[in-house]
């Protein structure tokens, strides 16, 4: 469905996207890519022999994500956090190739058994303008950035990949995630669009 690369993707690969050890903040307009992006990295990664943790704020984007990575990765073990009776993971259980779970779980398996993300190469937030605080979102603001911060320190090695159509402060974003994790994060930030 996807037969050949836009130009924003074409420049973002010449930029070294790709490369395990670069993350990147993309703020492209809605409709301009940013999926297509995402599951390239993913795809990288994941040649890489490592997993993913992909990021969804909301439960609805959670089970919406997930529906729509197991069509693209086929052949791929994709799976969502879970609402059973105790709803984490433990260290017997394998994280699958890819989870797909919101920040505060993801911050609160992270407080109960980090182990579990020891071989994860790639975190994911996607609507990432969620971790600029405001006004009547509570805590959800603080526990990204927790999610964030706390992830760095326990997969030093993983790479981030920041999406969000409304993300304003790209370059700042890149520049944070590069102090964060000592090493290259590619700002994109390109207007363009197929339409």
């Not at 190469?121 to 405001?134: M, Q, V």
Request: hydrophobic fraction near 45%.
């Amino acid at each position: 469905r996807r037969p050949y690369l836009w130009r924003n993707h074409r420049e973002a690969v010449a930029k070294g996207y790709l490369d395990p050890q670069n993350s990147a903040a993309v703020s492209f307009p809605t409709g301009a890519g940013k999926s297509t992006l995402a599951e390239l990295k993913i795809y990288a990664t994941l040649l890489s022999d490592k997993k993913v943790v992909f990021l969804a704020p909301t439960n609805a984007l959670v089970a919406q994500t997930t529906i729509s990575l197991r069509k693209t990765f086929k052949r791929t073990k994709v799976e969502k956090e879970r609402f059973d009776e105790v709803g984490f993971l433990s260290d017997e259980d394998e994280l699958p190739e890819i989870f797909v779970m919101t920040p505060e779980s993801c911050l609160a398996q992270m407080s109960i058994e980090p182990a579990v993300f020891e071989d994860v190469g790639l975190l994911i937030f996607d609507e990432c303008h969620l971790l600029h605080p405001e006004e009547g979102r509570g805590r959800r603001a603080l526990d990204a950035m927790l999610c964030v911060l706390n992830f760095a320190g326990l997969v030093p090695g993983a790479s981030f990949l920041l999406l969000s159509a409304m993300m304003k402060n790209t370059d700042e974003i890149a520049g944070w995630i590069e102090d964060l994790t000592e090493r290259p994060c590619l700002s994109l930030a390109l207007p363009w669009k197929p339409t």
